[in-house]
């Protein structure tokens, strides 16, 4: 059992559910950044495609950052579906509830994460 209520623990629960839904939202918004550019020198110049590419990959490394977040939520509401959330992976010891308030997904005590 976690020194967070039940109540906390639930409150930590909605609060990943709509930080999933919300990236999962940006991750569908961004869709069309990430598309392959196009080599058309009639309509786009050198420098506006290196530009659009240079986009691009900035567009994937956001996507592949939110992917993170969401597996991360993912394996918190694990946690919480099990009884495990608050705990640290490292030290067994409860995790603080202000660093859970900051980082819910966090997996590791203030210690052990330093």
Do not use: H, N
Not at 18 to 30: T, V
Not at 39 to 51: E, T, Y
Not at 91 to 97: F, S
């Amino acid at each position: 059992m976690t020194d967070l209520s039940d109540a906390q623990i639930a409150q930590f629960r909605e609060q990943l559910i709509a930080l999933r839904a919300q990236l999962s939202g940006e991750d569908e918004g961004a869709a069309e950044w990430r598309k392959p550019v196009e080599l058309d020198q009639q309509s786009v110049g050198r420098l506006s495609r290196m530009d659009a590419m240079q986009q691009q990959a900035m567009a994937d490394a956001e996507a592949r950052r939110r992917q993170t977040d969401i597996a991360r939520i993912d394996a918190a509401l694990t946690r919480i579906e099990e009884g495990d959330y608050g705990w640290c992976l490292t030290c067994g010891e409860a995790i603080a509830e202000k660093r859970l308030a900051i980082d819910p997904m966090a997996t590791r005590c203030i210690s052990c994460a330093a």
